[in-house]
């Protein structure tokens, strides 16, 4: 983790923006964070939505691309969460072992 980088992002965003950095803020996420990824993308920050790690943002994609039933497939090993909420689902989870 580049931590004098994260260290200097946060110190310049709670300089400029302190109480919209420590507030809930909108569902999609801080909304100054969204435009900067949008830009840096060439899309629209409608378009964009900040997850509280990987682990939401994949919940929210299976929710929304596997119906139960539906075939998954993922790598084995796979992390436990993931299988975990594919499961609850009721997605058919067909783990593929991975190769060197």
Known sequence: MPVEAVRSCADRVLQRDPAGALSYGGGAGYGPLREWIAVRRGVDPA???ITNGSLEGGIMLFRHTVAPGERAIV???TY?????ALREIGAD????PLED
């Open 93 to 96: 989870v067909r783990p593929i």
């Open 80 to 84: 436990d969460r993931t299988l975990l």
């Open 75 to 77: 790598e084995a090993p």
């Open 47 to 49: 378009q964009v939505m």
